[in-house]
């Protein structure tokens, strides 16, 4: 007997990628449980499938920076008699750093991070806490169908009382811009172009090199390439060091509330520029719907 539930959930994380960076990803999860009927005439109530099996997947990889533990570049240290890892991803010319809590991790036993790697490592967790009466287990890592323009973002909300506060974690999400309530796919595929595979900063978290509790690997390389972030947020110090070419800094908060007005605002303004630059009358409306992974984002207006 199997029984399924489609869209259990959807995990947005970050990833290691050696030719990508940081890369921001949200999945969504489908799930199918082969085994036999228990007293209750279930394989397993459907209720507890979306509360405890869904809960393993969030605890195991939802909102966290999955690093691929057997690739060469990958170096892990962990803080004597302390909570927190150092992660260094030592790409050559692009070398990424990072001191974190624990839990900000999910250690991959893989050599890249891909779907079917991931579902390995979600496989192997799940299976432990399931009763005795499921035998088997098959779980689907899929993204979701974007018609149109899209980004991969990473970021750190330092001010979150949940794990967004982690400094890397990220989303995939969609983009619709409208001039004068008309979407203008140009400018969608502009920005998409802009924040593929960024990681978004604020202003006010950007650190001195000499300020981090830099690993030696890091302290050997990290350079004026390199742009560095630091905050303490509830589950402790957040460190984040990686190349600028892959960063863009702003003056706000990066909730996606703040990242549909920036992108709103930005447009605007150059907009007005040209307007002024034309002798035109007035600039044009701009209207932003940014997502934040899957189903859910902000609208910003300028």
């Known amino acids: 007997m199997q029984l399924f539930v489609n869209d259990l959930t959807v995990i947005d994380f970050s990833y290691l990628c050696p030719q990508r960076g940081i ?3 949200s999945w ?4 199918i449980l082969d085994g036999s009927l228990n007293d209750q005439s279930m394989v397993l109530d459907f209720g507890r499938v979306k509360k405890q099996v869904k809960a393993i997947i969030d605890q195991s990889v939802d909102h966290k920076l999955l690093i691929p533990a057997e690739h060469p570049l990958t170096r892990v240290t962990r803080e004597h008699e302390g909570t927190h890892y150092w992660v260094d991803f030592m790409r050559p010319g692009k070398s990424i750093h990072l001191y974190c809590p624990a839990d900000a991790y999910a250690f991959i036993d893989a050599e890249t991070i891909t779907m079917e790697s991931t579902i390995d490592y979600l496989q192997a967790v799940i299976k432990r806490e399931l009763p005795a009466n499921v035998q088997g287990l098959h ?5 979701e169908e974007i018609k149109g323009a899209f980004y991969h973002y990473t970021h750190g909300l330092k001010k979150h009382d949940g794990n967004c506060q982690r400094i890397a974690h990220g989303h995939r999400s969609a983009l619709q811009i409208f001039i004068d309530n008309e979407r203008n796919t140009a400018l969608e595929a502009r920005w998409a172009e802009r924040w593929r595979d960024i990681y978004i900063g604020t202003q006010e978290d ?3 090199k000499n300020a981090l509790q830099l690993s030696a690997a890091a302290a050997a390389t990290v350079g004026e390439a390199h742009i560095c972030y630091s905050y303490i947020a509830e589950q402790g ?3 984040l060091v990686l190349p600028r070419c892959e960063n863009e800094v702003v003056a706000t908060d990066t909730t996606v509330e703040c990242i ?3 992108i709103a605002t930005t447009i605007a303004a150059e907009n007005c520029a040209s307007a002024a630059a034309n002798s035109a009358a007035s600039a044009a409306a701009v209207k932003v719907i940014a997502y934040e992974g899957v189903g859910k984002g902000a609208i910003g207006y300028a």
Request: charged share 30%; aromatic share 10%; proline share 0%.
């Open 260 to 262: 549909a007005d920036f």
């Open 139 to 143: 779980l689907t890592l899929r993204s």
């Open 23 to 25: 890369v921001g990803e």
């Open 237 to 239: 110090v957040f460190e």
């Open 28 to 31: 969504i999860v489908d799930i």
């Open 206 to 208: 950007v650190a001195d």
